[in-house]
């Protein structure tokens, strides 16, 4: 998936499979970060049991630019 794809997608929530693809990276790298290290992916994550999910709309947000801060 490309992240024009992502655009224009209407899916509320993102895979690690689908933003590893964009970032240019392994899946499971996302995977590991989101559960030991969030703050250090840039983006919001929802970790659900052994699922990670990433909000489309923050995701691109953070590949446009902006900055994401944790509170």
Avoid: H, Y
Avoid at 28 to 41: G, T
């Amino acid at each position: 998936m490309t992240l024009d794809e992502i655009r224009n997608s209407t899916k509320e929530v993102l895979t690690p499979a689908e933003v590893a693809e964009v970032l240019g990276c392994d899946p499971q790298d996302v995977r590991v970060a989101a559960r030991q290290r969030p703050d250090m992916l840039g983006f919001n994550v929802a970790v659900i049991g052994t699922r990670v999910k990433v909000p489309r709309l923050a995701f691109i947000r953070w590949m446009e630019g902006e900055r994401w801060v944790r509170e």
